[in-house]
């Protein structure tokens, strides 16, 4: 016989392996950097990272539990294929997997090497040896440990959570009861807008694009369990998703605050993970310090294997010939390979990618709890959905850098979000059409 529901404790397991999933490289690198660069604005800049860091992952997994898995079922095959391959490649083999594995690199294992900048050539390309054994041996650990996806649940969610909750509430401790410095002059954006700045830099973290993967993820392993009726799925996946959210808030407040008392500690630091080292180094110095290494590699082992997970199955569903299992050893190598990139390059190629696809995901989310109020929902959802790509690109042309000033005149292009009033303007235009069909 079928298990039809869970245990209380299978259910915090199952919330605590949705925390683990999204608690990985981006979101311990980018809340300190912006709590120091926002300084007295830090509170604006807070609250607009947390919309789009945890507000928006929170809700779009509602929004797959609500549409029962199939999130894209309303666009053309091919364009449901191909958003849900660019989302798996970004979230998996191009961005968010090797950035797991260089973060661990540089926050769990350079502070412990004594010369961590020797550099050897193999076939002409010159590589940082350290940094290759690393994430060679980091990627060969998330291979073997996403092998066996149908233990996720009881090795993640039951194991390795449980002591990552207990170092970061001990991080969060110390940045309550140690004094630090006052907050800072607002560097940059954050000066003059703030709030939009940390909307923006909620992007970085890639949740919101995760949560459309891992709300399908969370469902196969509520299969797996037992539980086949589309309601309890749901009501599952809500509540895992609010303890996900709940764990996110919580981490990214504490690592705010952190960036904005590390004042003089953090100076010349170009990233947060920087400003995380130097935090620990001086105020718990080499234990701190071996504590810190530790929360960072599970976080971004947990998030690794969470992503590797779901990239493999998705391909192994979308080209069956594929084995799930030779999926898993062909994206692990691949990550292995890109993550030796460097970790600022790797940032700066993903911002004007993220910039771009954002907005595609933030509209699918809204058009999928606004679909039964459509009169023609299959061409809401194509409708906006353009609008909101055509007008991400050019907010992501002008991140990468390319001459956008033609458009200019588009409301919020100083602040690159051009996307969001036609996007907006689409849904209504849409409702509108739905009244008026309601009313003949």
């Known amino acids: 016989m079928q298990k039809q529901q869970l245990t209380f404790m299978d259910t915090l397991s199952l919330g605590f392996m949705t925390f683990a999933f999204f608690l990985g490289a ?28 945890v507000g928006l992952p929170l809700i779009a997994l509602v929004a797959v539990a609500r549409a029962n ?53 193999i076939a002409g390309v010159a590589l940082n040896q350290a940094q290759l054994c690393y994430t060679l041996g980091f990627f060969a650990v998330t291979m073997l440990l996403s092998m066996f996806p149908g233990k996720l649940l009881d090795n993640v969610g039951k194991i390795l959570t449980p002591v990552l909750l207990v170092l970061l ?74 303890i996900a959210a709940a764990g996110l808030a919580f981490v990214y407040v504490a690592l705010f605050f952190l960036g904005v008392s590390a004042g003089d500690i953090a100076q ?85 990618v993220l910039v771009s696809i954002y907005p595609v995901a933030m509209a699918l989310v809204l058009v999928t709890f606004l679909t039964e109020r459509f009169a023609r929902p299959q061409f809401a959802h194509r409708l906006v959905l353009s609008v909101a790509l055509i007008f991400g690109l050019i907010d992501g042309f002008k991140a990468a850098g390319v001459d956008t000033s033609l458009v200019n005149f588009l409301p919020l292009y100083d602040v690159s979000m051009a996307w969001l009033l036609p996007t907006i303007l689409a849904v209504v235009l849409c409702l509108l059409t739905s009244k008026a069909k309601a009313s003949n």
């Open 268 to 352: 010349g630091a170009a990233n947060g993970g920087q400003i995380l080292t130097a935090y620990v180094t001086h105020h718990f110095g080499t234990v701190g310090v071996a504590l810190l290494a530790l929360v960072v590699t599970l976080a971004c082992l947990t998030t690794a294997v969470g992503l590797v997970s779901a990239c493999a199955e998705y391909f192994n569903e979308l080209l069956p010939k594929l084995s799930y299992r030779l999926l898993v050893v062909v994206f692990s190598i691949i990550c292995a390979l890109v993550a030796n990139v460097g970790l600022t390059a790797l940032i700066s190629i993903s911002i004007p």
């Open 69 to 121: 898995g199939k999130i894209m079922a309303m666009l053309p095959v091919f364009a449901a294929t191909a958003l849900a391959v660019a989302i798996y490649i970004i979230i998996g083999p191009a961005f968010a997997i090797p950035r797991t594995g260089l973060v661990a690199f540089e926050i769990g294992a350079r502070p412990f090497i004594s010369d961590p900048d020797v550099m050897i050539n």
């Open 26 to 53: 981006g979101n311990l690198i980018f809340p300190p950097l912006a709590g120091l660069m926002a300084g007295e604005h830090m509170f604006s800049a807070m609250a607009g990272f947390l919309i789009t860091a």
């Open 169 to 242: 509430v001990g991080l969060a401790i110390s940045v309550m009861l140690v004094a630090g410095a006052a907050p800072g002059i607002p560097q940059g954006e954050y000066a003059s807008d703030p709030l939009i700045k940390g909307v923006l830099e909620g992007y970085n973290t890639m949740d919101a694009l995760a949560s459309l993967i891992f709300g399908m993820l969370i469902i196969d392993i509520l299969r797996k369990k037992g539980i086949v009726d589309t309601a309890s799925q749901t009501l599952y996946l809500v509540r895992a998703a609010l």
